[in-house]
């Protein structure tokens, strides 16, 4: 099995009935993810597997996957991150601190692929917004290492989305604005199930949503001085926005599966979405942005004021689309022996845009306009499964055997943009920027295409020992055209103390193969320093440039890690459920972009680079921490309470390193500080009669900022926060139901970012939380 997860149990992935998925830490849920054994639980895993149901996920206000994730699992992070670029478009999540590429992504149990986007530190990982939630049936997450069972990137964890299956019809329309009276959205979403002829089943999804960009912003001093200084203009106030995108998306999938002969059944899922969104970047001062604003002898008599008389406050736009097909036939040699066949094809399209901006090297030359270029992402897998149960006299079970192969395919690409928009123009001799300004676009000498080939192999043993003691082992080669092969291992253990407590641990390896775009590709990058107010470009160049070389680059190798964990799991009759999980995970040649450099006197420099920097295996780290997760559900008075406790303590360290993060210590508090050590949920539902009332209180505990700068970069520390979040349901009857909510229902905010007030910030564009307020929302939801 490679990415096809937990592949043969695919084929009961729809079949568990609702009630055995009910309630997201319900040790007796059926699950499919981390094993190929037949009917095991949450209960019975060998480790720790969270589920949660569609009600679950539709109690989140939100329908990016990512902010429901955030809400229901403790150790899950996700950051909006303002006018950071494409980042706030393709969202980081971390998964137990670690980087947003080592937690693979399933869908159905294969392998979801990555977005187009290299984000923070050069991440390269699944986009989770791009997964409708109407058509999420559930989603269980695997908390342990598991490249030895799923291959690269499953360091941290698995993320296995399953889609619904059923015959059943399910619409909503949902409506939410913040109290401050922006960001108002609304999202349409619907599913609907039928039969096809006697075995077949097919279900359809569609999903619509666009939402209004948030603003948590104030005039900047400078914007106030210049206003000021020339009274006979009008400056907008404030001049530039920090808060959410305006976004608009369409997302359409099915979920199909019909039987042949015999036992043979045809499956096959596909998902398609499209987005739209822009985002404001920095206010340049026609005082004070001399880069663009000076006068220059190249264009005597132009005056980049005749155009944006007071500045002018880039726009950038992301349009992106996104599809996954998967296809396969499975069926049964015999009632021990089953196979599964499939082959799967994602891909990932991002369109960069700039409105309102200058090209000031091109002079009155320039466009006001650019298209920056294209990012694509194209993945193609193959898989073969087998689950063979050996019958053994001396044991309690047969022992499950399991074993596979896969071919997968990574091909990454990069269209040059609008020549305009990475032009070095006439005017850069007179000081004037280069490139289009706020976001250079991806020049011919960044343009191109790169793939990378994989082939595996994997054997997956699960041996019942005894009636209480069952013990698991894989063991997975795979070998990679661009860095050669690796071997990994697993092994774990379930110890049964009493029928509803028990004991469990595993220790495992694993890697996270670097891709292709990792590999060859070269970014060019903008800031704004926050003290001086003045752009600088730096450069992001590929391990195998000459001039990275020259810098020090070596080629790059996966990351390797080390997962030991145990934990207890228990039961009881009273209604009472929960698992408490120790970890602690070694990462080895952690990937990261080397520190900056300035370019050396006499080389060549075209385009126009303050610094340079590449990607690098920069150092090694161990993640320590605790999952504690328990559950109460029974009759309380003349209802019922589903009462859910998570709490999560995560704690990063950088062991050592020869550059960057290792040797650097302002890198390293960035990396062990910039999220919360602590973070829980306290989840109450009640239900009596045709109402339902949702409590949610959820903790994040002190974490660092930070901010960059052309000469270095300043802290701050922020502390604990809080955050209640109430809804009410009522039923009109088995078809109509109303949700009323509000997030943040005590509208409380964090500590201002005193340091980035010159830019006109509030809050921390960093903060792993939402920064906006509270988030009233109302929906009408229709099910039959």
Same mark, same amino acid.
């Given at each position: 099995?490679?990415?096809?997860?937990?592949?043969?149990?695919?084929?009961?992935?729809?079949?568990?009935?609702?009630?055995?998925?009910?309630?997201?830490?319900?040790?007796?849920?059926?699950?499919?993810?981390?094993?190929?054994?037949?009917?095991?639980?949450?209960?019975?895993?060998?480790?720790?597997?969270?589920?949660?149901?569609?009600?679950?996920?539709?109690?989140?206000?939100?329908?990016?996957?990512?902010?429901?994730?955030?809400?229901?699992?403790?150790?899950?992070?996700?950051?909006?991150?303002?006018?950071?670029?494409?980042?706030?478009?393709?969202?980081?999540?971390?998964?137990?601190?670690?980087?947003?590429?080592?937690?693979?992504?399933?869908?159905?149990?294969?392998?979801?692929?990555?977005?187009?986007?290299?984000?923070?530190?050069?991440?390269?990982?699944?986009?989770?917004?791009?997964?409708?939630?109407?058509?999420?049936?559930?989603?269980?997450?695997?908390?342990?290492?598991?490249?030895?069972?799923?291959?690269?990137?499953?360091?941290?964890?698995?993320?296995?989305?399953?889609?619904?299956?059923?015959?059943?019809?399910?619409?909503?329309?949902?409506?939410?604005?913040?109290?401050?009276?922006?960001?108002?959205?609304?999202?349409?979403?619907?599913?609907?199930?039928?039969?096809?002829?006697?075995?077949?089943?097919?279900?359809?999804?569609?999903?619509?949503?666009?939402?209004?960009?948030?603003?948590?912003?104030?005039?900047?001093?400078?914007?106030?001085?210049?206003?000021?200084?020339?009274?006979?203009?009008?400056?907008?106030?404030?001049?530039?926005?920090?808060?959410?995108?305006?976004?608009?998306?369409?997302?359409?999938?099915?979920?199909?599966?019909?039987?042949?002969?015999?036992?043979?059944?045809?499956?096959?899922?596909?998902?398609?979405?499209?987005?739209?969104?822009?985002?404001?970047?920095?206010?340049?001062?026609?005082?004070?942005?001399?880069?663009?604003?000076?006068?220059?002898?190249?264009?005597?008599?132009?005056?980049?004021?005749?155009?944006?008389?007071?500045?002018?406050?880039?726009?950038?736009?992301?349009?992106?689309?996104?599809?996954?097909?998967?296809?396969?036939?499975?069926?049964?040699?015999?009632?021990?022996?089953?196979?599964?066949?499939?082959?799967?094809?994602?891909?990932?399209?991002?369109?960069?845009?700039?409105?309102?901006?200058?090209?000031?090297?091109?002079?009155?030359?320039?466009?006001?306009?650019?298209?920056?270029?294209?990012?694509?992402?194209?993945?193609?897998?193959?898989?073969?499964?087998?689950?063979?149960?050996?019958?053994?006299?001396?044991?309690?079970?047969?022992?499950?055997?399991?074993?596979?192969?896969?071919?997968?395919?990574?091909?990454?690409?990069?269209?040059?943009?609008?020549?305009?928009?990475?032009?070095?123009?006439?005017?850069?001799?007179?000081?004037?920027?280069?490139?289009?300004?706020?976001?250079?676009?991806?020049?011919?000498?960044?343009?191109?295409?790169?793939?990378?080939?994989?082939?595996?192999?994997?054997?997956?043993?699960?041996?019942?020992?005894?009636?209480?003691?069952?013990?698991?082992?894989?063991?997975?080669?795979?070998?990679?055209?661009?860095?050669?092969?690796?071997?990994?291992?697993?092994?774990?253990?379930?110890?049964?103390?009493?029928?509803?407590?028990?004991?469990?641990?595993?220790?495992?390896?694993?890697?996270?193969?670097?891709?292709?775009?990792?590999?060859?590709?070269?970014?060019?990058?903008?800031?704004?320093?926050?003290?001086?107010?003045?752009?600088?470009?730096?450069?992001?160049?590929?391990?195998?440039?000459?001039?990275?070389?020259?810098?020090?680059?070596?080629?790059?190798?996966?990351?390797?890690?080390?997962?030991?964990?145990?934990?207890?799991?228990?039961?009881?009759?009273?209604?009472?459920? +929960?698992?408490?999980?120790?970890?602690?995970?070694?990462? =080895?040649? *952690? #990937?990261?972009?080397?520190? /900056?450099? %300035? @370019?050396? &006197?006499?080389?060549?420099?075209?385009?126009?680079?303050?610094?340079?920097?590449?990607?690098?295996?920069?150092?090694?780290?161990?993640?320590?921490?605790?999952?504690?997760?328990?559950?109460?559900?029974?009759?309380?008075?003349?209802?019922?309470?589903?009462?859910?406790?998570?709490?999560?303590?995560?704690?990063?360290?950088?062991?050592?390193?020869?550059?960057?993060?290792?040797?650097?210590?302002?890198?390293?508090?960035?990396?062990?500080?910039?999220?919360?050590?602590?973070?829980?949920?306290?989840?109450?539902?009640?239900?009596?009669?045709?109402?339902?009332?949702?409590?949610?209180?959820?903790?994040?505990?002190?974490?660092?900022?930070?901010?960059?700068?052309?000469?270095?970069?300043?802290?701050?520390?922020? +502390?604990?926060?809080?955050?209640?979040?109430?809804?009410? =349901?009522? *039923? #009109?009857?088995?078809?109509? /139901?109303? %949700? @009323?909510? &509000?997030?943040?229902?005590?509208?409380?905010?964090?500590?201002?970012?005193?340091?980035?007030?010159?830019?006109?910030?509030?809050?921390?564009?960093?903060?792993?939380?939402?920064?906006?307020?509270?988030?009233?929302?109302?929906?009408?939801?229709?099910?039959?």
């Amino acid at each position: 099995m490679g990415a096809a997860g937990a592949a043969h149990a695919q084929a009961g992935t729809g079949s568990a009935s609702p009630d055995a998925v009910e309630g997201a830490t319900s040790l007796d849920s059926v699950i499919v993810t981390g094993t190929r054994g037949a009917n095991r639980t949450q209960f019975d895993t060998l480790a720790p597997v969270d589920v949660f149901t569609a009600e679950d996920i539709s109690a989140v206000e939100s329908s990016d996957l990512n902010d429901v994730l955030a809400q229901l699992v403790p150790s899950f992070v996700v950051q909006r991150l303002p006018m950071n670029d494409g980042l706030v478009f393709v969202r980081p999540a971390t998964l137990r601190g670690l980087s947003p590429d080592q937690t693979l992504v399933l869908v159905n149990g294969r392998r979801f692929h990555r977005s187009a986007l290299l984000g923070a530190r050069g991440a390269q990982a699944a986009d989770l917004a791009q997964i409708p939630t109407s058509a999420v049936k559930r989603i269980e997450v695997l908390r342990d290492g598991a490249s030895a069972q799923y291959g690269s990137d499953a360091i941290a964890g698995v993320i296995n989305i399953i889609l619904h299956d059923d015959q059943a019809t399910d619409i909503s329309v949902r409506a939410s604005e913040y109290s401050e009276g922006d960001g108002a959205a609304w999202r349409v979403g619907a599913r609907t199930g039928f039969g096809i002829g006697e075995y077949g089943n097919l279900s359809l999804f569609a999903e619509m949503e666009e939402s209004d960009a948030t603003s948590r912003s104030r005039q900047r001093p400078d914007a106030i001085a210049f206003q000021n200084a020339h009274p006979d203009l009008v400056v907008p106030n404030p001049v530039q926005r920090w808060g959410q995108p305006d976004l608009e998306s369409q997302r359409v999938g099915f979920n199909a599966k019909i039987t042949l002969a015999g036992y043979t059944e045809l499956y096959g899922h596909g998902l398609f979405g499209q987005s739209e969104g822009v985002s404001d970047f920095n206010w340049r001062n026609p005082d004070g942005t001399a880069s663009a604003f000076n006068p220059s002898t190249v264009f005597p008599g132009w005056d980049l004021r005749s155009i944006y008389p007071v500045g002018f406050v880039p726009k950038y736009g992301s349009e992106q689309e996104d599809m996954q097909f998967v296809a396969g036939v499975r069926g049964e040699f015999s009632d021990r022996f089953t196979w599964d066949v499939s082959a799967s094809y994602g891909s990932n399209e991002i369109d960069y845009t700039l409105s309102n901006s200058i090209n000031a090297s091109l002079g009155p030359n320039s466009p006001t306009a650019f298209n920056l270029g294209q990012l694509s992402q194209e993945e193609v897998n193959f898989n073969a499964d087998f689950v063979y149960s050996l019958p053994v006299d001396a044991l309690p079970q047969p022992v499950n055997i399991a074993f596979g192969a896969e071919y997968r395919t990574e091909t990454f690409g990069v269209t040059a943009g609008d020549p305009a928009s990475y032009a070095v123009g006439p005017g850069a001799v007179t000081g004037l920027a280069p490139n289009s300004n706020g976001a250079p676009g991806f020049s011919n000498r960044q343009a191109g295409e790169w793939d990378q080939d994989s082939y595996a192999a994997y054997i997956d043993v699960e041996v019942p020992v005894t009636e209480r003691w069952n013990v698991g082992a894989a063991l997975r080669y795979e070998d990679f055209t661009s860095f050669g092969d690796t071997v990994d291992g697993k092994l774990s253990s379930r110890f049964a103390i009493t029928p509803n407590l028990a004991l469990r641990g595993s220790y495992s390896t694993g890697f996270r193969a670097p891709t292709p775009g990792q590999l060859n590709s070269t970014d060019t990058g903008q800031g704004l320093d926050t003290v001086t107010l003045q752009i600088f470009t730096s450069g992001r160049l590929s391990p195998d440039d000459p001039l990275a070389v020259l810098l020090g680059a070596k080629p790059l190798k996966p990351e390797e890690s080390e997962t030991l964990s145990l934990g207890l799991a228990w039961q009881g009759e009273s209604g009472f459920s +929960g698992s408490l999980d120790m970890y602690r995970i070694k990462v =080895t040649d *952690r #990937f990261s972009q080397s520190a /900056s450099f %300035r @370019i050396p &006197a006499g080389t060549p420099n075209p385009m126009l680079y303050t610094s340079v920097s590449y990607f690098t295996n920069d150092f090694d780290t161990t993640t320590s921490g605790i999952d504690l997760v328990g559950s109460y559900v029974g009759d309380v008075g003349a209802g019922k309470l589903n009462l859910t406790a998570a709490l999560n303590y995560n704690k990063t360290e950088v062991d050592g390193g020869s550059t960057g993060v290792a040797t650097n210590l302002t890198q390293r508090t960035i990396f062990e500080e910039r999220l919360p050590k602590q973070k829980a949920t306290l989840t109450a539902n009640y239900d009596i009669g045709n109402w339902g009332l949702l409590g949610r209180v959820r903790h994040y505990g002190a974490w660092t900022d930070s901010s960059g700068n052309a000469t270095g970069d300043i802290f701050q520390r922020f +502390g604990d926060m809080q955050f209640l979040d109430l809804a009410l =349901t009522y *039923r #009109f009857n088995k078809v109509h /139901s109303l %949700r @009323i909510g &509000a997030d943040n229902v005590l509208d409380e905010y964090p500590d201002e970012a005193t340091f980035q007030a010159s830019r006109g910030l509030v809050y921390s564009r960093n903060a792993p939380y939402d920064t906006d307020g509270r988030n009233v929302y109302a929906e009408y939801r229709i099910r039959f």
